[in-house]
């Protein structure tokens, strides 16, 4: 009977446990002005800041439906304010991370993340959902594919007195550590007549939370 009763019970979690993921899907976390994070790079002069938040710590990748940690991406939220009267423009941004070692890594695309998803086996494995999804794109399911597409930063401007936010995504497969002595760069962001304002630096290690072991 006690036997009995345990795996009925065990059921029971598992299926509530399945029946919650199965019902979770992605909402961007509430940001603040990009001055607020530890780190961040202020330009005095053109009155933007831009801050950095890597989401490396299971706390924080809760927001997630997929579980990027396991397929080796670095989610990292960057987040621009914009506190002069003029709009910028962030149509040509480049950004980068430059780790401790010098290893340049650049964003993924979203046809990255949506590859590195459906071939996990690329880069570790990757567990298969306990409940039929529906697929819209190669081995993307419907939910993946709406985080993918409302998760990263897209804004092409910030307007004056306002921010933007949006995740970047870091291929770390090959790096042991990214963001240990990590220093991000932003740059081509524009002001409102065209004109290139000077880089942005960002150490990343200021960020709160642990590097990926």
Same mark, same amino acid.
């Given at each position: 009977?006690?036997?009995?009763?345990?795996?009925?019970?065990?059921?029971?979690?598992?299926?509530?446990?399945?029946?919650?993921?199965?019902?979770?899907?992605?909402?961007? #976390?509430?940001?603040?002005?990009?001055?607020?994070?530890?780190?961040?790079?202020?330009?005095?002069?053109?009155?933007?800041?831009?801050? +950095?938040?890597?989401?490396?710590? *299971?706390?924080?990748?809760?927001?997630?439906?997929?579980?990027?940690?396991?397929?080796?991406?670095? @989610?990292?939220?960057?987040?621009?304010?914009?506190?002069?009267?003029?709009?910028?423009?962030?149509?040509?941004?480049?950004?980068?991370?430059?780790?401790?070692?010098?290893?340049? +890594?650049? @964003?993924?695309?979203?046809?990255?993340?949506?590859?590195?998803?459906?071939? #996990?086996? !690329?880069?570790? !494995?990757?567990? #298969?959902?306990?409940? *039929?999804?529906?697929?819209?794109?190669?081995?993307?399911?419907?939910?993946?594919?709406?985080?993918?597409?409302?998760?990263?930063?897209?804004?092409?401007?910030?307007? *004056?007195?306002?921010?933007?936010?949006?995740?970047?995504?870091?291929?770390?497969?090959?790096?042991?550590? @990214? /963001?240990?002595?990590?220093?991000?760069? /932003?740059?081509?962001?524009?002001?409102?007549?065209?004109?290139? +304002?000077?880089?942005?630096?960002?150490?990343?290690?200021?960020?709160?939370?642990?590097?990926? *072991?």
């Amino acid at each position: 009977m006690k036997i009995h009763r345990l795996v009925t019970g065990t059921g029971i979690v598992l299926a509530a446990s399945v029946m919650c993921f199965a019902g979770k899907e992605f909402t961007m #976390p509430k940001t603040q002005p990009a001055a607020a994070y530890p780190a961040h790079d202020y330009h005095s002069n053109e009155k933007v800041t831009v801050g +950095l938040d890597p989401y490396n710590t *299971p706390e924080k990748t809760k927001v997630f439906v997929v579980n990027y940690r396991d397929l080796d991406l670095l @989610p990292v939220l960057m987040v621009i304010t914009n506190d002069s009267d003029s709009p910028i423009s962030l149509i040509d941004i480049k950004a980068q991370l430059v780790t401790g070692d010098g290893t340049k +890594l650049n @964003p993924a695309s979203e046809d990255d993340v949506y590859r590195r998803i459906s071939h #996990p086996n !690329a880069s570790g !494995a990757r567990v #298969p959902l306990p409940f *039929p999804t529906r697929r819209v794109k190669g081995g993307v399911n419907t939910k993946e594919w709406s985080e993918i597409t409302n998760a990263q930063f897209k804004a092409k401007a910030v307007e *004056p007195r306002g921010s933007q936010a949006g995740f970047l995504f870091f291929d770390v497969s090959d790096v042991k550590e @990214p /963001l240990k002595g990590a220093t991000f760069y /932003l740059t081509r962001v524009h002001d409102a007549s065209g004109n290139d +304002l000077m880089y942005f630096e960002v150490p990343v290690d200021k960020a709160e939370g642990p590097s990926k *072991p």
